[in-house]
């Protein structure tokens, strides 16, 4: 059977799917649909519509163009069997959505295990430390007497959706912190942030330090305008156009958060999906693709107030660098921070540039920087994720523990 014939389709994604499908066809921005007069969700310019298109537009993209090999990768992904099957670990706290998950002591029983509460972004779950029996970051520290916890922070319902990043940190990152310290008879964790986490997490940390005992930050930014700042200000740009996107429900919607990150590097994308395709199927590498795929497509959307003050404040206006993001009233200072920490950077990441991460290193001198060969994902869930990131984490964190017992 051809590679591209039909066959039965498991999963809704890549998401968006039309734009993974046109990643070779001419930039969006050259044809009606993506364009401010004719935007898709505009009176009279959706499908079948009477509105007319303006004079100067290029004509709308030939779809008989799309890219064979590229149209049997994603096929490939959307047909293959793959599917998360680990056992969902104990659940230790809740508040509305927002859970905490408890991956347990050893099976030894030590109750000494290090509590180490992982923080992950608003806009994806958690599950990238989780992915797979083979590639679980959690599970594989777990296994080493660690004890991790992992924070979700679910899907915003009506309440979250007029969160901001104060109401994240003051009414779900810092009670849950408070629940975790609380289930250790130290009562403190270690505090470790994923990048838009990360931000939350040192916010958190500032608030309540007498709840933690270190602090890692794995791939975090802090100063936005690093390296010429035109990436953010594109991104802060699109602020205005999202707003009709987020009215109807009150956050940003997962597609196009999804095309924002797709955006960063279109031709890449294409590329992996084409590269996807020629691989055998029932390897360990299309599964981890798989997995990695499934996750970017069970995307969060994001709370109107947080995509406003990401947009604006960090992308547009980069009051982190500029000691001007405050939550909960207060500036969000990382010098004032006295707890042993530890910044993961890995030197490929095309979503956090790695000089906005490393911008961190002159505001928190007594910080340990580990540089890593690899990408924001691919050090967390790739191939050499135990190497390049685990191990070191498992080091780091084995010191804090004999501070912590001296």
Not at 43 to 60: I, K, L, N, T
Not at 155 to 175: I, T
Not at 281 to 290: E, G, H, N
Request: with cysteine; aromatic share 6%; net charge positive.
């Amino acid at each position: 059977m051809r590679r591209d014939a039909p066959g039965p389709m498991l999963r809704r994604g890549p998401r968006p799917l039309l734009m993974h499908l046109m990643l070779n066809l001419p930039p969006p921005s050259r044809w009606p649909p993506s364009s401010p007069s004719c935007a898709a969700s505009s009176p009279g310019c959706g499908p079948g519509s009477s509105g007319s298109r303006p004079a100067d537009a290029a004509p709308a993209p030939d779809l008989a163009r799309l890219d064979p090999a590229l149209v049997a990768g994603i096929a490939a992904y959307r047909r293959h069997p793959h599917a998360r099957d680990l056992p969902e670990p104990p659940l230790l706290w809740q508040d509305g959505e927002t859970r905490l998950y408890d991956y347990g002591r050893p099976a030894s029983g030590d109750g000494d295990a290090l509590p180490v509460l992982f923080v992950p972004s608003l806009i994806n779950r958690g599950s990238i430390l989780d992915l797979t029996a083979r590639r679980s970051m959690l599970r594989w520290l777990a296994a080493r007497r660690v004890r991790p916890l992992l924070l979700e922070w679910g899907w915003p319902g009506e309440l979250e959706c007029g969160f901001g990043l104060s109401d994240y940190v003051a009414r779900r990152l810092l009670p849950a912190m408070a629940a975790a310290a609380a289930s250790d008879g130290r009562g403190r964790v270690v505090l470790a942030g994923y990048c838009m986490g990360g931000l939350l997490a040192l916010a958190a940390a500032q608030r309540q330090p007498g709840l933690v005992a270190a602090l890692c930050l794995i791939a975090t930014p802090w100063d936005f305008h690093a390296g010429g700042g035109e990436p953010a200000a594109a991104a802060a740009a699109r602020l205005q156009r999202l707003e009709m996107l987020m009215a109807p429900g009150g956050s940003l919607p997962v597609d196009a958060i999804q095309m924002a990150f797709a955006s960063l590097d279109p031709p890449g994308v294409a590329d992996k999906f084409r590269r996807f395709g020629r691989l055998a199927q029932d390897s360990d590498a299309t599964r981890l693709f798989v997995a990695i795929e499934d996750w970017l497509s069970d995307g969060v959307p994001l709370a109107a107030p947080v995509a406003r003050e990401c947009l604006g404040g960090w992308y547009g206006e980069n009051r982190p660098a500029r000691g001007a993001w405050r939550v909960a009233g207060t500036i969000v200072d990382p010098t004032t921070l006295a707890v042993p920490t530890l910044l993961a950077i890995p030197r490929h990441d095309r979503i956090v540039p790695p000089a906005s991460a490393l911008a961190l290193r002159a505001v928190m001198r007594r910080a340990r920087v580990l540089e890593l060969p690899g990408g924001h994902v691919g050090i967390v869930a790739g191939p050499r994720a135990p190497e390049l990131l685990w191990t070191p984490l498992l080091r780091w964190l084995r010191g804090v523990e004999r501070r912590m017992a001296a």
